[in-house]
């Protein structure tokens, strides 16, 4: 789903074919989606039995740089040695300014994104709450910021808790001191900008979030029906249960309301 922020708010625009339906004015209705069965890549555009790297074809997922164990690990970067999957893609999108994060979607993390990412990336993991503390120029040296200060705080979002809204606010900027001055000297060797005191709040359109996390899955139930009950991360919260959209992100669907 597309996202974006109005104020605290967190506004969603779900791809159907070709138009952005507006999905925070769904909230509370009964709505159906259906898998018809084709997977078409967001690559290649070619149709694909299944989906790899959520929402690319064998082929792409092997060859394409974005598809490459750094992209999730991104102190692992290799594009210096000259070994780049896509070279130019690299030059684009990991030698941009980079900006490490703390967030607070079931307790606080740090993570890393793309400075265009802001405020989707923290959207798109249900936070509630999100600070970003220091700006790099390239995607490598995030990923060495972000490994040192693992050390002190979790790196990982409980999903289960994120949409039961089992959070309590933080102070970040307290967080932030803390942790900052843990690795003062590295930031310094690496040249990050420390980032201004300015928490973002995150309000998601829920009226009732799930006791019980029960998963939906269009590989086992192709059609998916629910009345709406709220969207938060990229999950769809059904009273019939979660539905976790990225993961189904090239399947074509029908949605009916």
Known sequence: MHTSLTG?????????????VPMNELIGQEISLTFNGEITCSNCGTTTRKSYSQ???????????????????????????????????????CFAPHIIYLANSSGVKVGITR??????????????QALPILEVDTRLKSGQIE?????????KTNWRKML???????DLIAK????????SDLTTNLG???????????NYPVIEYPNKINSLNFDKTPEISGVLQ???????????GVLNIRKFSSYNLTLTY
Request: net charge negative; with cysteine.
């Open 8 to 20: 605290d708010n967190a506004i969603y625009q779900m791809p159907i074919g070709n138009n952005l």
């Open 55 to 93: 929402g690319y074809c064998f082929p792409c997922c092997r060859d394409l740089a974005r598809c490459d164990l750094c992209i999730m690990k991104p102190e692992t970067c290799h594009h210096h040695l000259g070994t780049c999957r896509e070279p130019l893609w690299g030059l684009d999108n």
């Open 115 to 128: 400075k265009s990412n802001m405020p989707s990336r923290w959207i798109d993991q249900g936070a509630v």
């Open 147 to 155: 490994i040192a200060l693992k050390a002190f705080v979790n790196d």
């Open 164 to 170: 039961k809204n089992e959070v309590d606010a933080t």
């Open 176 to 183: 932030k001191q803390q942790l900052l001055a843990e690795v």
């Open 192 to 202: 990050a900008i420390t980032l201004n005191n300015e928490v973002i709040k995150i």
């Open 230 to 240: 709220g969207i938060k991360g990229q999950y769809l919260l059904l009273d019939t």
